[in-house]
């Protein structure tokens, strides 16, 4: 029997045909930039921490300058370091194959799950002493969850830096962090008291010379109180006792 390419059957078995030939080139072009998407990734991943670390000129070879940077996993919630060896392969702190649920009181920061290990980036001075810490961090603002790189000084407690490379504030609100001069007031900020304790916060307002412990403050965001509540908790669940804070206290106990 003659094939009658304009009858129903016709339609759909053409139809049908075209469909595998799209869904194939679609397959095909997706499974061909796998290797270049990951790469790319992995590029963006590397130029933010040189970011957070103060490292990153235009124009640099980032893998090279990146090749510089020491990088240790840490058990969170405690300072001891893990072997990369014991680490997967694919191991991601964003969706982390080994977590602890966090109870609501513990979870400040909305990470619900604590990953079991923890990146830390180092930069190392000709001494061998650390000069800049990494930190790769998360909580939720307002709308989303924000994603960043905390970077502090040799000490453990004096910020560096800090860059947001993912999120989904309300832009001219809460995106506001990623503004380039509201993140250059997180320099040279402390985290720590006089006494030793955690009083970092991003409050509602702005920091002057009247601020209760004005070098453990920073301006909130305008119009974004949520948002700043946000990254204030963010900080202060990383850096404190069940993530980086065990890690951080024996860097400071040691003298670097």
């Known amino acids: 029997m003659a094939f009658n390419k304009d009858s129903v059957g016709g339609t759909l ?3 049908f045909i075209i469909c595998l030939v799209c869904g194939i080139v ?29 490292l990153y000129r235009e124009g640099i070879n980032v893998p090279e300058a990146f090749a510089e940077v020491e990088r240790q996993y840490v058990e969170l919630g405690t300072a001891t370091l893990v072997e990369a ?11 982390p194959s080994e977590s602890t649920r966090l109870s609501d009181e513990e979870d400040i920061a909305s990470v619900r799950n604590l990953p079991k290990w923890g990146e830390v980036y180092l930069v190392r001075d000709e001494q061998d002493n650390i000069e800049t810490i990494v930190l790769p961090v998360q909580g939720y603002g307002l709308w989303s969850t924000m994603y960043g790189f905390l970077s502090l000084e040799g000490d453990a407690n004096t910020i560096a830096g800090l860059v947001f490379y993912d999120h989904g504030e309300t832009p ?5 962090i990623e503004n380039k001069n509201w993140q250059a007031l997180w320099e040279g900020k402390k985290l720590l008291s006089d006494n030793g304790d955690l ?3 991003v409050i509602k307002g702005n920091v002057d010379d009247r601020t209760p412990n004005k070098d453990n403050k920073v301006d909130g965001l305008s119009g974004a109180t949520l948002t700043s509540k946000g990254v204030s908790n963010m900080v202060r669940f990383w850096v404190g006792d069940k993530a980086y804070g065990p890690y951080l206290k024996s860097i400071r106990e040691s003298g670097n």
């Open 26 to 54: 679609v397959s095909t072009a997706a499974v061909s930039l796998r290797p270049m998407q990951e790469e790319n990734r992995v590029l963006d991943r590397q130029t933010n921490i040189l970011v957070a670390a103060g």
């Open 199 to 201: 009083n970092f916060e």
């Open 85 to 95: 060896s014991e680490v997967p392969d694919d191991y991601d702190q964003r969706t």
């Open 172 to 176: 001219g609100l809460g995106a506001e």
């Open 13 to 15: 078995i053409a139809a």
